[in-house]
């Protein structure tokens, strides 16, 4: 299905009854529109409800979204524009844009009133008769100051809705194209690390730079416009001079953003490598934990980003140079235009001039100050539009033929192909994986794909549904799809909703799929039945459970076509027997008429179906009936022996697995704000950094009185000209030394705090407890690693260091009007508790809102995770993504709201707190002007205070809006630092101080008396275990599902922890395990997994991630040397040898060939304790009979343990341990033979 069918999907949305209700803005008058006011009943009600209470507010105490701004009308918009990822971003935010735009033309239009009335005032208090005149100039600058602050609010307000609106549309479309990828593009054009960025990090930079846009026009229209108002005051030629210093910076600019273009592409590859490899281990944890490999992942994934926080490093230098540049370009441009002025005025200038001069000069610091960051966001926003772009254009699944015809006129094939050639790979010199395919799948038939491991079974499957690239031939479905995959797809959901999987619910047909797929006694063992939440990717279900759920939904939605990707291995025998008798052949074929092909190893699957197809190097070597032992060469054991199943019960744990993701209350807190100053280098050091921060404010005072000493001593009485002119210009080199001396030492503190904190969070997490990998979505720990790192990395330096500029800027005006007109200051007190009194109102409102903002991205992204990178050939096949993404846009929708209240919080209280401070500076100036008309106070002063108090009420919103910014900003640490110090650790002890160098030398295991359950409240599941295993032993371990077979493996390696005894439980080579550190534990027993690990990148990468073998060459020579059996397996699975390249999560390789990279990795360290879960159950009979070969051969000395079904696959162990309900028997395998055997499943 095409993405844009996808995207013209209804979506349902809008406001819920459970919500708030709609906001007033709709009804409110213009003047409530442009105050805000209708926004202040939220403030009242969360102050109502902490008083009462004390309880925060929750997402159904904000306001329900408006119809324009649901997904449903967003995506409207977007698809008016058929292509280009740019027209259509503009397509959804024309209207506001455009607002924003005016807003911000008029905002900045009418602040050119305020230097022109400033100059009128100082030359009213100079030479005018008329007392009263300064005092109107006063009022008609409060005038310009509330017209400024109420454009200067709708303009943010306009920007922000633009931003979040283009950020939703994008969240959205990269969710569908993801959806709309084949495997084939997926193997050869991205990686899930990639994906993640797409979906958590571009369309945010994206909308950063919508946000700031506007100020890449404006910057250049407000310098021009003082330049105007220069000329009318100065003249030509000093104000062009002045121009000619501030030009002199665009060059550097546009060098600057070409540097930043390529550096931030550079950074964006490394930083989808990290998210990449940090996604990876984080979805194979549990066997990173068996492998005892966490120190080592963290080492992997540290080197990776000791890279992306060198290109930050680079990007900074160079940000901290223009940030100098910058903040001394003023002084520069005022200095070349005052000298030029007193030449060409015989050295004369007055108050009114210098001050003015200087004023406009000054007001050029926030454009020019701002234009680096935008120039920086623009280079990041292109970067992601460009990685969009690229990406929207990718490839799509090309679905085969779907023949839409009346049940009368229906062929007799489900699925035809013809003359059909596969690649896996899109690159078109590929070698093909199937050729000259010729086959037909009658109606309502059984089919059966068989062949050797790599012989092209799921190849075959994939081909049918469009998954594989096709060069040649024809393929035609006729009917709908359903698809279980060899890997199950499980849901972070309940049971019921796995298995209904969005369709009609029908109690009868439901009832009737549990029963057949023997999932009855399953959910009946479950603590809330078919409604107990299964957690992330099944995690609290056996394979063979997630198998069953696989097989249930497929079953359930009553498609034509059944396609099964060997869905029975993970199963017991006698319950496989039951599930392919009552469900695959009973159910869906015999009672239902429907088609089923199913990839198998079994023979006596392949005898009862209507139809074998067998392969053999991609190719058909068998299309009929089955063929019967002659097929056994390619299939797994002949003759299974049952063993007796009972329902399986992994589940421990209540009805709701997943934990609400956890909040923070009240302020930012002392312990955060201490955890990042003290990763940052400790208190001295930004101790040191604000001691440079004053010095660098110090010059700017300097600064600013050397122009007061100038302007008192026009006549050059006291000193000559040069002298002034010398002074000015060394004080505004040490402003710019100083500000690049700090703003670099600054972002470095925030880099080694970033540094530091994203190290420890990722420690804590690798160390955490499997329990919590159970509990917590991936989607939510990802985020903390990408987006949570990223605000760390970026808007966290860059707002706090805007933040630490104002704040001391206002200080230093503050304590100068404070020496030079202390009376202005008289109104201080009121305006400080006007601002206590706001800020209480507002700030727990803000806090909120971002918290609920913050953690209401966790389920887009979770979803997007689960569904999109993990979950898309199961969804596209059975043609749910629009199910999918409907319930993308319900999480996003969510975000909108939690958006739209934080965003009019911000809004509301800085138009208040600047209206305030333009009332104070009015009432400030008024006292100054009186004072001076009074003689109180010389003219170089008030024009000193004048200025001062004028860019106080101008800093005062910018201020508290950086203040939020920060502050907001932190909850990222708040988040990064609960996750660093909070969740749970497994054991940390060290090893102890007789342990041998060389441990485990012989591999002798002794269980005594173990007991464990998972929960102290729950029963026991292994009760008193005792048997004893010598060195260099060969046993097998069997026992139904739920018999306690993976608890003991689990807690072999304190997975779980056994019951407090008195004596040690487990004893491996005389050490008591318990007492042993998990990496030494861990990294002594290799084991391979039921389900196999395998990372992107090459087949040598695979055998040894770790480059504990010594690379690639190595790797080749053990295998050759030591393994020559294992060598020749894996020469003829990956002709291209060591360099095969594997990509992400293994797509492009069958589960059989995936156990054998697994059993290879384990081996080739030479173990003494191997244990086998399940390692060969998708692999072809032969390979298993080599397999088991070069165990025999290879590993005499060594203790072996392997987990199975069936007694077949152990039949030539040492000893058999049989679990049975929580105890053991031990004996020969001649002692459990006597369960009888079939051929048959």
Same mark, same amino acid.
């Given at each position: ?902 965003? &009019?919080?911000? +809004? ?5 707190? !600047? $209206? *305030?401070?333009? %009332?104070?500076? /009015? @009432? ?112 097998? &371990?069997?026992? +139904? ?5 993976? !608890? $003991? *493996?689990?807690? %072999?390696?304190? /997975? @779980? ?185």
């Amino acid at each position: 299905m095409k993405i844009h069918e996808e995207l013209d999907k209804d979506v349902e949305a809008g406001p819920g009854s459970d919500y708030a209700g709609l906001s007033e803005e709709g009804n409110a008058n213009i003047f409530s529109k442009t105050t805000f006011g209708w926004a202040t009943s939220l403030f009242f009600k969360a102050r109502k409800q902490r008083k009462k209470n004390k309880e925060e507010l929750t997402q159904f105490d904000l306001w329900a979204i408006r119809d324009v701004d649901t997904m449903k009308t967003l995506l409207n918009d977007f698809f008016k524009e058929k292509e280009g990822v740019s027209k259509q971003i503009w397509s959804v935010i024309r209207y506001r844009f455009t607002l924003t735009v005016v807003f911000k033309f008029l905002n900045s239009t009418v602040q050119f009133g305020t230097p022109l009335l400033m100059y009128q005032l100082l030359e009213a208090l100079s030479t005018s008769e008329d007392r009263w005149v300064p005092f109107v100039y006063i009022v008609a600058m409060f005038v310009v100051f509330t017209a400024q602050i109420t454009f200067e609010s709708l303009y943010y307000w306009s920007a922000a809705r633009s931003g979040w609106k283009a950020r939703s549309v994008l969240t959205h479309r990269v969710q569908a194209k993801t959806l709309c990828l084949s495997q084939c593009t997926r193997n050869v054009s991205t990686s899930s690390g990639k994906l993640i960025s797409l979906m958590q990090v571009d369309p945010v930079k994206i909308e950063r730079f919508i946000n700031q846009a506007a100020i890449l026009w404006d910057s250049l229209y407000q310098i021009l416009g003082y330049e105007v108002i220069l000329i009318t005051k100065i003249g030509w030629g000093p104000s062009l001079l002045g121009l000619v210093v501030v030009l002199f910076f665009i060059p550097i600019q546009v060098w600057l953003s070409k540097y930043l273009v390529k550096l931030n592409a550079k950074l964006a590859k490394v930083t989808d490598k990290r998210v990449q490899l940090s996604k990876d281990t984080l979805q194979t944890i549990h066997g990173v934990k068996l492998g005892g490999w966490e120190d080592i992942s963290v080492e992997v994934i540290q080197k990776q980003r000791k890279q992306e926080l060198e290109y930050l490093r680079q990007s900074i230098l160079f940000k901290s140079l223009v940030g100098g540049l910058l903040f001394g370009l003023p002084a520069f441009a005022a200095v070349v235009s005052l000298t030029m002025y007193a030449v060409l005025h015989n050295g004369t200038m007055t108050t009114a001039t210098v001050f003015t001069v200087a004023t406009i000069w000054s007001m050029t610091i926030p454009p020019m100050s701002s234009y680096p960051t935008v120039i920086a966001q623009y280079a990041e926003a292109k970067i992601s539009l460009g990685r969009l772009e690229e990406f929207f254009n990718l490839e799509e699944t090309s679905p085969p033929t779907c023949e839409t015809i009346s049940p009368a006129e229906q062929s007799e094939d489900a699925i035809t192909i013809q003359d059909g050639t596969f690649h896996w790979s899109s690159n078109a010199d590929s070698t093909p994986v199937l050729k000259n395919i010729n086959l037909r799948f009658p109606r309502a038939t059984l089919t059966a794909v068989m062949g050797r491991v790599g012989s092209g079974k799921s190849s075959l499957l994939y081909s049918t549904m469009g998954e594989l690239r096709q060069s040649t031939g024809l393929v035609s479905i006729s009917g709908k799809v359903a698809f279980a995959p060899q890997v199950a797809f499980v849901m972070n959901a309940t049971i019921r909703e796995n298995i209904i999987f969005g369709h009609m619910f029908n109690q009868e047909r439901y009832e009737k799929v549990v029963r057949v797929t023997q999932l009855e006694a399953d959910i009946a063992t479950f603590p809330d039945g078919d409604n107990t939440a299964i957690g992330e990717r099944g995690v609290t279900l056996s394979g063979g459970q997630r198998q069953r759920l696989n097989l249930a939904r497929a079953a359930y939605a009553n498609n034509d076509i059944v396609i099964l990707d060997d869905q029975l291995s993970a199963l017991d025998p006698n319950v496989a027997r039951r599930v392919f008798g009552e469900c695959i052949k009973g159910f869906i074929v015999q009672e239902e008429g429907r088609t089923v092909v199913m990839s198998t190893n079994e023979i006596g699957v392949a005898e009862e179906c209507d139809k074998v197809v067998c392969l053999k190097d991609g190719e058909v070597i068998h299309d009929g009936v089955c063929a019967g032992k002659s097929l056994a060469p390619m299939t797994t054991s002949v003759q299974p022996a049952e063993i007796n199943s009972a329902p399986e019960n992994k589940s421990k744990t209540g009805g709701t697995l997943i934990e609400t993701e956890e909040r923070a209350h009240g302020a930012v807190s002392v312990k955060d704000l201490g955890a990042y100053v003290q990763s940052g280098g400790g208190a001295l050091a930004w101790v040191v950094m604000g001691l440079v921060f004053l010095v660098a404010q110090g010059a700017r005072f300097v600064n600013s009185y050397w122009l007061k000493l100038w302007s008192a001593d026009a006549m050059y009485i006291a000193h000559s000209r040069n002298f002034y002119l010398v002074g000015y210009a060394l004080t505004s080199v040490m402003v710019a030394w100083c500000d690049f001396v700090a703003s670099y030492m600054f972002y470095i503190l925030c880099l080694k705090a970033s540094r530091a904190l994203h190290e420890a969070v990722l420690q804590r997490i690798l160390h955490a407890p499997m329990s919590f990998f159970h509990s917590t979505p991936l989607g939510r720990i990802v985020a903390r690693l990408s987006s949570d790192i990223y605000m760390l990395d970026r808007d966290l330096p860059a707002n706090s260091l805007r933040f630490i500029r104002q704040a001391l800027t206002v200080a230093m005006f503050v304590i100068t009007i404070a020496v030079f007109a202390p009376i202005s200051l008289s109104v201080v007190p009121v305006v400080l508790v006007a601002y206590i009194v706001l800020v209480a109102l507002y700030r727990p409102v803000a806090r909120d809102a971002k918290r609920l903002e913050s953690i209401s991205r966790s389920p887009i992204y979770s979803n997007y995770i689960e569904n999109a990178v993990n979950g898309s050939l199961v969804l596209r096949a059975f043609k749910r993504e629009s199910w999918s993404l409907e319930k993308l846009d319900t999480s996003v929708e969510e975000n909108i709201r939690n958006s739209y209240a934080l965003i &009019v919080a911000q +809004r509301w209280v800085n138009y208040r707190i !600047t $209206f *305030i401070g333009n %009332l104070f500076a /009015i @009432v400030s100036m008024s006292l100054v002007a009186y004072l001076t008309l009074e003689g109180s106070i010389n003219e170089s002063s008030a024009g000193l205070a004048l200025s001062y108090i004028m860019q106080i009420a101008l800093y005062l919103g910018v201020l508290l809006r950086n203040f939020v910014n920060v502050e907001t900003d932190f909850n990222s640490v708040e988040r990064i630092n609960y996750y660093a110090t909070m969740i749970p650790q497994e054991d940390t002890r060290d090893d102890p101080s007789d342990m041998p160098a060389e441990w485990p030398s012989k591999g002798a295991l002794n269980i005594q008396n173990l007991s464990v359950r998972y929960h102290p409240e729950q029963p026991l599941i292994l009760k008193n275990v005792s048997f004893s295993i010598a060195a260099g032993e060969r046993v097998g &371990v069997i026992g +139904r599902t739920g018999s306690g077979k993976s !608890t $003991f *493996i689990n807690t %072999l390696v304190r /997975i @779980v922890e056994p019951e407090a005894s008195d004596t040690p439980s487990i004893l491996l080579d005389g050490q008591d395990v318990a007492k042993l550190s998990l990496k030494t534990l861990r990294s002594g027993i290799s084991i391979v997994p039921q389900d196999p690990i395998v990372y992107s990148g090459t087949l040598a990468t695979n055998l040894d991630p770790f480059n504990l073998v010594g690379g690639e060459d190595k790797v080749l020579r053990t295998l050759q040397d030591d393994f020559p059996i294992l060598a020749d397996i894996l020469v003829r699975q990956f002709p291209t040898g060591m360099s095969f390249e594997i990509v992400d999560q293994g797509a492009n390789l069958s589960q059989g060939e995936k156990q054998i990279i697994a059993f290879a990795r384990a081996v080739i360290v030479n173990p003494k304790v191997l244990l086998l879960d399940e390692a060969t159950s998708s692999v072809d009979y032969k390979t298993d009979g080599q397999i088991q070969e070069c165990i025999r051969e290879y590993f005499k000395s060594c203790t072996i343990i392997t987990i199975a079904h069936r007694l077949a696959t152990v039949s030539d162990s040492d000893k058999i341990v049989n679990f049975d309900n929580g105890s053991v028997q031990v004996g020969p395998p001649s002692q459990f033979m006597h369960v009888h055997q079939t051929e048959n499943v």
